[in-house]
């Protein structure tokens, strides 16, 4: 079994960052993809970046894409979201997830294993 257990998450004014981190345990968390996904009130679970199991290829969402980073310390268990120049649309709650198997992925139903969530919220 796989636990995910996000951090990171708060409130900050428009144009501002915030770094999120999601802390793996499990399984040999070297070995497979991750990925980032948020749910903002009312609208449906959506993809935000994902990063192969080396670091060497990553996806991004085309709405969050030059502003938001992903990122892995695989000596840690733990993968990263840097978030610049955010957007109140950027509003939701962002979570950690892992795939059933190893390889990148952008689907949502491809990923097993979800972390609890952790809210970010922007202000205009």
């Known amino acids: 079994q796989v636990q995910l257990v996000e951090s990171g998450g708060g409130l900050v004014q428009a144009g501002g960052s915030l770094r999120l981190s999601c802390a793996a345990s499990?399984?040999?968390?070297?070995?497979?993809?991750m990925g980032w996904f948020r749910q903002a009130p009312g609208k449906e679970r959506e993809f935000v970046a994902t990063?192969?199991?080396?670091?060497?290829?990553?996806y991004y969402a085309d709405s969050v894409k030059g502003r938001f980073t992903i990122s892995r310390d695989n000596a840690k268990n733990t993968v990263y979201l840097q978030m610049n120049s955010l957007k109140p649309e950027d509003t939701a709650v962002y979570y950690c997830?892992?795939?059933?198997?190893?390889?990148?992925?952008?689907?949502?139903?491809?990923?097993?294993?979800w972390g609890q969530g952790t809210q970010v919220t922007v202000s205009s």
């Open positions: 997830a892992a795939p059933q198997s190893p390889g990148v992925s952008t689907v949502n139903h491809e990923y097993h294993y």
């Open positions: 499990g399984r040999t968390f070297s070995s497979y993809a």
């Open positions: 990063i192969s199991w080396s670091g060497g290829t990553t």
